[in-house]
T-cell receptor, first 117, second 110 residues
Framework: DAGVIQSPRHEVTEMGQEVTLRCKPI?????LFWYRQTMMRGLELLIY????????DSGMPEDRFSAKMPNASFSTLKIQPSEPRDSAVYFC???????????????FGPGTRLTVL | KQEVTQIPAALSVPEGENLVLNCSFT??????LQWFRQDPGKGLTSLLL?????REQTSGRLNASLDKSSGRSTLYIAASQPGDSATYLC?????????FGQGTELSVKP
């Protein structure tokens, strides 16, 4: 298996531009997570999906951030408009979860390093 | 609100030493605890996962323990090697998601 795939690996953009990050989870996994990592705040969960449905988006910082999962093999995280404080590494992870009361191992992608000038 | 703390924040040891990394959490109602390794500029690699009903897990030179009642976990690394240098993160599973500590940055000197 190729693991969790993220693109692009690096993104440099100017303030005000739209940014779209992409993720392909491990085949067969039914849960997908988007995280943001910064030196100041560490690793924070932004949103997660179960069977393509958003379950918890309480970590999404503001309305400029949106995430979609149109099918089991693809998800996007969009920032519009982007700001310098959005600069961070964004990780996608996936896992296989049986029921709401069970929890299984998460596998992380390599991340997208976003720089907003 | 669950809080996860890792001590120390950074650790430097000579090659060959056995070492212990610590993780504590405030709410014992967790499904499991997971230890990760992160190399600079890379993603997270899962090392060990301990279910809430378990006390420890072992993989090679790594041993992780879990004491839910006291809200503590330790990661023991035996006979450390320079290749073990990385940041180690613990995370507890609660409410269907992971809550991470800030990590311990480990440096193993040859």
């Amino acid at each position: 298996d190729a693991g969790v795939i993220q693109s692009p690996r690096h993104e440099v953009t100017e303030m005000g531009q739209e940014v779209t990050l992409r993720c392909k989870p491990i085949s067969g996994h039914n849960s997908l997570f988007w995280y943001r990592q910064t030196m100041m705040r560490g690793l924070e969960l932004l949103i997660y999906f179960n069977n393509n449905v958003p379950i918890d988006d309480s970590g999404m910082p503001e309305d400029r951030f949106s995430a979609k999962m149109p099918n089991a093999s693809f998800s996007t995280l969009k920032i519009q408009p982007s700001e310098p404080r959005d600069s961070a590494v964004y990780f996608c992870a996936s896992s296989l979860q049986g029921t709401l009361s069970s929890y299984n191992e998460q596998f992380f992608g390599p991340g997208t390093r976003l720089t907003v000038l | 609100k669950q809080e996860v703390t890792q001590i120390p924040a950074a650790l430097s040891v000579p090659e060959g030493e056995n070492l212990v990394l610590n993780c504590s959490f405030t709410d014992s109602a967790i499904y499991n605890l997971q230890w990760f390794r992160q190399d600079p500029g890379k993603g997270l690699t899962s090392l060990l996962l301990i279910q809430s009903s378990q006390r420890e897990q072992t993989s090679g030179r790594l041993n992780a323990s879990l004491d839910k009642s006291s809200g503590r976990s330790t990661l023991y690394i035996a006979a450390s090697q320079p290749g073990d240098s990385a940041t180690y993160l613990c995370a507890v599973a609660q409410g269907g998601k992971l809550i991470f500590g800030q990590g311990t940055e480990l440096s193993v000197k040859p």
